[in-house]
């Protein structure tokens, strides 16, 4: 077999063939040391007695896992030091970080370990990163220069901690898979040109909320519960893993449509999900992969943010499933 490509080859060519800034190749290789100290902390946890709950809670009220607070120093330590960033946010932070005297041109927005409430129970979790451009001269860096959507993301991706620790990353370029390998801790090329299948049979919710849905997803649902007899005139699949890394990965690989709506169980909240640094990052990796990110009724990427932490419906994957559930909000 033919030599892999290591992140860092393929980094320092899309720096070479300038597809990449060189200060981003170094902040990717960051986030990969992160993700590494990470998966060896998940790996070793229940032996090292990093299982459970801190008697602290996140900006959210969240309560914190103990691997939620490691994951969160993982970056704050990983990251600085690359001469690049000029600020982090990150689902653990109340507010925003300001690397000390940094001149760096990029802002990264983290939630450092995603699905953490599955820790326990030994199922996938996962790291995702956005990163964004700091204004010019950032030197009185504010929480407002955070606050850009989607679309003007640079980079964006997510490292899945399962069976195998896989980081998935675009930088405008379409999406490549790389796989830890554990032997020489190297992340290798293994999915160079990931695409999601634009149709699928497989759709991702959490059907104890049922009662809640709005009318177009009650709708959507229910035609795919109706299978072949149904106005689908297909079976469909059902898959809900409670990590949304795990459920993306799935649909990156083999198609499928991952939803967290609105619903009326809080009507304060618009979802569940948060903006910043889980729905624009996984959003931009689907669009660079062919699919499809939006609220229902709005892609996601033109949301102008108001808040670091606010929260925004997701439905999002393969093309013609997608494209079904909006035109479903359309007609109301
Ligand atoms: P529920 C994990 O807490 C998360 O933010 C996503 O990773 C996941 O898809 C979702 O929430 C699971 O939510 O309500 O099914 O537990």
Same mark, same amino acid.
């Given at each position: 077999?033919?030599?892999?490509?290591s992140l860092?080859?393929?980094?320092?060519?899309a720096?070479q063939?300038?597809?990449?800034?060189?200060?981003?190749?170094?902040?990717v290789?960051q986030i990969?040391?992160?993700?590494r100290?990470?998966a060896?902390?998940?790996? *070793? !946890?229940?032996?090292?007695d =990093?299982?459970?709950?801190? @008697?602290?809670?996140n900006?959210s %009220?969240?309560? $914190?896992?103990?691997?939620?607070?490691?994951?969160?120093?993982?970056?704050?330590?990983a990251?600085?030091?690359?001469?690049?960033?000029?600020?982090?946010?990150?689902?653990?932070?109340?507010?925003?970080?300001?690397?000390?005297g940094?001149?760096?041109?990029?802002?990264?927005?983290?939630d450092?370990l995603?699905?953490?409430?599955?820790?326990?129970?030994?199922?996938?979790?996962?790291?995702?990163?956005?990163?964004? *451009? !700091?204004?010019?001269?950032? =030197?009185?860096?504010a929480? @407002?220069d955070?606050?850009?959507? %989607?679309?003007? $993301?640079?980079?964006?991706?997510?490292?899945?901690?399962?069976?195998?620790?896989?980081?998935?990353?675009?930088?405008?370029?379409?999406?490549?898979g790389?796989?830890?390998d554990?032997?020489?801790?190297?992340f290798?090329?293994?999915q160079?040109?990931?695409?999601?299948?634009?149709?699928?049979?497989e759709?991702?919710?959490n059907a104890?909320?049922?009662?809640w849905?709005?009318?177009?997803v009650?709708?959507?649902v229910?035609?795919?519960?109706?299978g072949?007899d149904?106005p689908?005139?297909?079976?469909?699949?059902?898959?809900?893993v409670?990590?949304m890394?795990?459920d993306?990965?799935?649909?990156?690989t083999r198609?499928?449509?991952?939803?967290?709506?609105?619903d009326?169980?809080?009507?304060?909240?618009?979802?569940?999900?948060?903006?910043?640094?889980?729905?624009?990052?996984i959003?931009?990796?689907?669009?660079?992969?062919?699919g499809?990110a939006?609220?229902?009724?709005?892609?996601?990427l033109?949301?102008r943010?108001?808040?670091?932490?606010?929260?925004v419906?997701?439905i999002?994957?393969?093309?013609?499933?997608?494209?079904?559930?909006v035109?479903?909000?359309?007609?109301?």
């Amino acid at each position: 077999m033919s030599e892999r490509v290591s992140l860092l080859r393929h980094l320092t060519q899309a720096a070479q063939d300038g597809r990449l800034d060189p200060a981003l190749a170094l902040v990717v290789q960051q986030i990969g040391a992160a993700s590494r100290e990470i998966a060896a902390a998940l790996a *070793r !946890a229940a032996l090292a007695d =990093v299982l459970g709950a801190v @008697d602290s809670a996140n900006a959210s %009220g969240e309560t $914190q896992k103990k691997l939620d607070v490691l994951a969160n120093d993982a970056f704050l330590h990983a990251l600085p030091w690359t001469g690049a960033v000029a600020g982090i946010a990150s689902e653990e932070l109340d507010g925003t970080y300001r690397v000390p005297g940094a001149r760096g041109g990029y802002l990264v927005l983290v939630d450092p370990l995603d699905g953490s409430s599955n820790i326990d129970v030994n199922v996938s979790v996962g790291s995702i990163f956005s990163i964004l *451009r !700091a204004p010019d001269g950032a =030197v009185g860096l504010a929480n @407002d220069d955070f606050l850009q959507p %989607g679309s003007r $993301q640079v980079l964006a991706g997510f490292t899945a901690y399962g069976p195998a620790t896989v980081m998935v990353l675009s930088f405008g370029h379409g999406v490549q898979g790389f796989t830890l390998d554990p032997a020489s801790g190297e992340f290798l090329l293994t999915q160079p040109d990931m695409r999601i299948p634009e149709r699928t049979s497989e759709y991702a919710i959490n059907a104890s909320n049922q009662r809640w849905w709005q009318p177009p997803v009650q709708r959507y649902v229910a035609e795919c519960m109706a299978g072949k007899d149904g106005p689908r005139e297909r079976d469909f699949n059902m898959r809900w893993v409670g990590s949304m890394v795990a459920d993306v990965y799935r649909l990156l690989t083999r198609g499928g449509i991952f939803m967290y709506p609105r619903d009326t169980k809080d009507p304060a909240k618009p979802g569940k999900l948060r903006l910043m640094y889980e729905a624009n990052p996984i959003g931009y990796v689907v669009e660079q992969a062919g699919g499809l990110a939006s609220t229902g009724y709005e892609r996601i990427l033109d949301i102008r943010p108001e808040k670091v932490h606010q929260r925004v419906a997701v439905i999002l994957g393969s093309r013609e499933e997608v494209e079904r559930v909006v035109a479903y909000h359309r007609e109301g």
